[in-house]
């Protein structure tokens, strides 16, 4: 996994959206909301990476939830 140069929330939800030579990393308080903007970058053509729950450490609930794959 690649290592970040600033710090990330503990708590948050997060994934990537690839775009061109560009990785954005997207963040979200809540997994409902986190799942919904996923979804919402999938469904417009982008790639997208889910990373999970940080806890600090590492990432936790790194499986993306079966009712959030593809539409």
Request: aromatic content about 14%; glycine content about 12%; overall charge positive.
């Amino acid at each position: 996994m690649k290592k970040f140069k600033y710090r990330l929330g503990e708590g948050k939800y997060y994934f990537n959206i690839v775009s061109g030579m560009q990785t954005i990393l997207v963040s979200r308080k809540e997994k409902a909301a986190a799942i919904g903007a996923y979804k919402k970058y999938l469904s417009v053509g982008k790639t997208c990476e889910w990373l999970g729950k940080w806890n600090g450490k590492e990432f936790t609930e790194s499986n993306m939830p079966a009712t959030a794959g593809k539409s």
